[in-house]
T-cell receptor, first 116, second 109 residues
Framework: KAGVTQTPRYLIKTRGQQVTLSCSPI?????VSWYQQTPGQGLQFLFE???????NKGNFPGRFSGRQFSNSRSEMNVSTLELGDSALYLC???????????????FGPGTRLTVL | GIQVEQSPPDLILQEGANSTLRCNFS?????LQWFHQNPWGQLINLFY???GTKQNGRLSATTVATERYSLLYISSSQTTDSGVYFC???????????FGQGTRLTINP
């Protein structure tokens, strides 16, 4: 079974631009979560989607948004990019229903975003 | 919110040595995972272990949920074990993992 995939792997943008990152979960997984990793703040939760609905959102400004499609693929968008948005963006998927091992999260390789 | 603390922050060992990494958390959890982040940034799943003990080859983990800590043991370390190890927890009703700051492990040949 294929793992979580993310595209693109690397991205360079300039301040003020916007960017869209894509994540395809493991087949059969309905929950997709996004995390931001920076040297200063570590790994921080952005948001989680399940069956096309946002179930939880982290403490990030409204410039960060996301969505999930009916095939469970997810995209996140960052508008009006700032230098501080430079980070590794990680996507994770899980079965997402109920409790226990169904909620074990599996991560993709990440998208490394550099904002100049 | 829940706090997750990992220790030590850095660990340098010689190949063949054993190591113990610790994760303390400040509230009851219903999910605890250990990850190894490889040099390219991907988080590799090591254990899903909200309680009890598990073993996988040279790695094992123990979570004592009532005392709010988990331990990751690495025996006979190899240079390929180098990297950052993260503990992450999820509390009841929350749909997110909260990560510790990680332990950077360096295994020298």
């Amino acid at each position: 079974k294929a793992g979580v995939t993310q595209t693109p792997r690397y991205l360079i943008k300039t301040r003020g631009q916007q960017v869209t990152l894509s994540c395809s979960p493991i087949s059969g997984h309905r929950s997709v979560s996004w995390y931001q990793q920076t040297p200063g703040q570590g790994l921080q939760f952005l948001f989680e989607y399940f069956s096309e609905t946002q179930r939880n959102k982290g403490n990030f400004p409204g410039r960060f948004s996301g969505r999930q499609f009916s095939n469970s693929r997810s995209e996140m968008n960052v508008s009006t990019l700032e230098l501080g948005d430079s980070a590794l963006y990680l996507c994770a998927s899980s079965l997402g229903a109920g409790t226990g091992p169904n909620n074990e999260q599996f991560f993709g390789p990440g998208t490394r975003l550099t904002v100049l | 919110g829940i706090q997750v603390e990992q220790s030590p922050p850095d660990l340098i060992l010689q190949e063949g040595a054993n190591s113990t990494l610790r994760c303390n958390f400040s509230d009851s959890v219903n999910n605890l995972q250990w990850f190894h982040q490889n040099p390219w940034g991907q988080l590799i799943n090591l254990f899903y272990i909200p309680s009890g003990t598990k073993q996988n080859g040279r790695l094992s983990a123990t979570t004592v949920a009532t005392e709010r800590y988990s331990l990751l043991y690495i025996s006979s370390s190899q240079t390929t074990d180098s990297g950052v190890y993260f503990c992450a927890v999820r509390i009841q009703g929350a749909q997110k993992l909260v990560f510790g700051q990680g332990t950077r492990l360096t295994i020298n040949p």
